[in-house]
Structures are given as C-alpha cells and as structure tokens.
C-alpha cells in the first residue's frame, strides 16, 4: 500500500550525538531512502492497476462534465459517454457546470462554447484562472467551425475540441487521450513532491550530520573542564611547528606553566574549588595570548602555551605578564576569596630539537623555577 514520504517515519528521530550515533544514522536514512524508493514503486504499480481497472470496468470510471444546453445534441453525447462507463454529470448552463464544480471534482470537462446563459470560451478561461480546476482538462464542443474562435479556445487553455455533429468514436478517442495526458501529469507531479520531499530529508541530514562532525571535532581538540585545547591538540601543532621551523619557516617558543601548591587548593576548598581555579587560570592564560597562540592544558593542572614566531625574550616576558595576571588576580570560591601564584619554564626552540627535546628543556626551566621559589619564570639553565 502506498504511503506519502513524510509519513514513514520520524526523520528528526536521527539525529546524532557521536560517531556511533553517526554511523547509525548512516544506516537509518539508508534505509529510509530504501523505503522511499519502494514506495515510489508501490504507487506506481498502485497507478497502473488502477488504470487498468478502469479499462476493464472493476473500478470507477473517471468523472467527466458535459456542460451543453442542447437537449438533443448534450444528451446524447452524456448517453454515449455513459455507456463507456463514465460517471457523468451533465449542466445546462453555464452556471450550473461552475456550481457543480464548486461541490464536486470531476477529471474532464466537455465544454459547449455557445451556451444561453454564457459564453463557453470565458467559462474556459474562468476554469483555468482558478487553482481547483486549472488542471482539469477542458474539451470544446462546438458547431462553430471559425477559427477564431477554435484559435481563442487553445488560447484560452482549452485542451482539445470535438466539432458538431459529434461523431462517437472521435469524441470517446479524444476524452481517453486527453484523461491519460491528465494522469501522467498527476502522476508526475506526485512524483516530483515525493522527490522534493526525500531530496529535503537527504539535505537535513547532511546538515546534521556536519553539525554533530564539527562538534564533535571541537570536542576531540578541547578540554572539557578548561575549555583551552587538550594536549593531544598540542601534540599536532607542535608537531606542525616544528615541521616549519625545521624548513627555516618560523621558530617558536614554549611556556610551561604549573600552578604553585595546588594540593592545598584542593585540600582547603574541595575538589570542585579546585577545578574553579584552574578554570580562571585556564582564562587568564587564554585571555594574555594572541589569537595564534596555543594554550593547552597538559596535565592536571599544568599547561602549555606554543606562541609561534616568537623568540626566547619575547615569550620571557609574555610568561611574565601571564605570572602578574594570575598572581594578582583575587578568586572568589563562594564568599571566600584567595589567590594563586604559578611559575614558568620558557623555551625556544633550536634547529635539530625535536618535539621532546623543546618540551623537556621548558619542563626543566619550570622546575628550577619551582626550585627557586615559585612564582617565577625562568627562561634559561
Ligand atoms: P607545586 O607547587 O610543586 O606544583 O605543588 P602542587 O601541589 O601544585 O603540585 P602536586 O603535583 O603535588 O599536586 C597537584 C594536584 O593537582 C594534585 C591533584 O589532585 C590536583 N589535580 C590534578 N588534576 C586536577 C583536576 O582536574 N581538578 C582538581 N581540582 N585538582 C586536580
Ligand atoms: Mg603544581
Ligand atoms: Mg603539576
């Protein structure tokens, strides 16, 4: 049985939240899409049965309109198309047929151009202005012979015309043509709706599913509780850094920092004070760089900043002014205010250093710096 598209299933249900959800959703619409393929050809089918059950009389007949106030000549030409099985209405006037196809939907309209009451040829352009009947076939039946006035029929969006006295073969070969073209368009125009429709859900998705990568993208290069970078990210770029310093591109140095007596932080305030502190150190940090910069958390509460194209005296004295900002920053931990110091080891890097060699010369500049009293930095030894 055939079911409109947007009536399958619940698209939004697929939306995606990770990689696994991605995959799945993969599959989903795959499988959506499959089902939208097969009802496309279930209706199909659907369509042709029901044209063939016409032909053969086990269903309906389409419903056809004889507009005509010749009693003689319209009677017959209903008389004719009942026998072929149609359903028949038939008005005598002009106003008759337009309040007939206000109540009532008919698939063809034969379409007398001399009426008393009207002229047929307006009628036809009534029909075709109007949204509900534009699409209805419209036949001119007629013993006027002027081809003005056929000229004005086509004009007026009229399908076809059957000349007085109507001969029966011609009139039935013409109303099958013409309610044949009208289904093909039917059929192609739902087509055409259903294609849109699946068309809309496959560019839903793609937007969807390049949201989720992008987040999760982000996600994969942050660190959740300081939102700065995480180390595996720093590992990529300083591995991008040294690839272009090595080519004689740019140097760049290395600021390591760690928090000073941070055990005591935790111990004083609890684990959530803690990690409000390294929150606004995280900002702090953030907010004393260049946008090129890179500030990554590497540890628990170490971090790492890459500053790019920037040599040893520069980045001693960035580090410093980072130093003064979180050394003089006061924190509030509910109503409890308190401050935190941290030091620093700055490194640049040297031709022939590798990613260890340059971390590790910053890591030990940090611990002389500890060594030597803390809140300091240290750019040498
Ligand atoms: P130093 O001045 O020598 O660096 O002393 P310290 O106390 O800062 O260093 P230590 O390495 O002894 O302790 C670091 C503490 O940081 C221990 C650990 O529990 C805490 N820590 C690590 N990661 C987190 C975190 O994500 N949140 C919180 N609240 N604490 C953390
Ligand atoms: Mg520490
Ligand atoms: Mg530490």
């Known amino acids: 049985m055939w079911r409109p598209i947007s009536e399958l299933t619940d698209w939004r249900a697929l939306s995606a939240d990770s990689w696994d959800e991605i995959s799945r959703g993969r599959v989903k ?11 496309l050809h279930d209706w199909q089918i659907a ?16 419903s056809l309109l004889v507009i005509d106030d010749d009693p003689v000549g319209g009677r017959k030409i209903v008389a004719e198309l009942e026998k072929e099985g149609y359903q028949v209405s038939w008005a005598r006037t002009g106003e008759q047929g ?11 309209i034969l379409l007398d151009i001399v009426l008393s009451d009207a002229d047929g040829l307006e009628i036809c352009r009534q029909l075709k202005t109007s949204p509900v009947t534009a699409g209805v076939p ?40 013409h309610l044949t073209i009208k289904q093909t368009q039917d059929q192609l125009a739902q087509l055409n709706t259903e294609l849109n429709e699946a068309n809309r859900i496959v560019r839903d998705q793609n937007r969807q599913l390049i949201e ?33 310093a090595g080519r004689g591109m740019s140097g760049f140095s290395l600021i390591m920092a760690d928090i000073d007596f941070f055990k005591a932080v935790n111990d004083t305030y609890g684990h959530n004070g803690g990690d409000s502190v390294l929150r606004v ?26 500053l790019p194209g920037v040599g040893l005296a520069e980045a001693a004295a960035c580090a410093e002014r980072l130093r003064a900002a979180v050394a003089g920053r006061e924190l509030m931990l509910g109503d409890r205010s308190l401050r935190v110091t941290m030091s620093q080891g700055v490194a640049e890097w040297q031709p022939g250093d590798r990613e260890e060699t340059v971390v590790h010369a910053a890591d030990r500049r940090l611990y002389l710096a500890k ?11």
């Open 47 to 62: 369509e042709r049965q029901r044209w063939r059950g016409w032909q053969a009389g086990t269903i309906k007949k389409p």
């Open 138 to 177: 419209v036949v001119f039946v007629t013993a006027m012979g002027d081809d003005d006035v056929i000229r004005r029929g086509f004009a007026y969006g009229g399908q076809d015309y059957v000349r007085k006295p109507v001969k029966t073969f011609e009139l039935l070969a013409r109303v099958k043509t």
């Open 212 to 244: 989720t990568i992008n987040e999760l993208e982000t996600a994969a290069i942050t660190d959740v509780l300081t939102g700065l970078n995480n180390r595996r990210y720093m590992h990529t770029r300083l591995s991008e850094a040294i690839g272009l």
């Open 98 to 108: 337009l309040s007939l196809l206000d109540r009532q939907k008919v698939d063809l």
């Open 29 to 39: 619409l795959q499988k959506h899409l499959e089902a939208v393929i097969k009802s």
């Open 371 to 381: 060594s030597g009293g803390r809140n300091k930095v240290v750019s040498e030894g």
């Open 281 to 306: 150190v995280a900002e702090t940090i953030r907010a004393g760089i260049r946008k090129i910069d890179v500030a990554a958390r590497w540890g628990g509460e170490e971090f790492l900043v890459l």
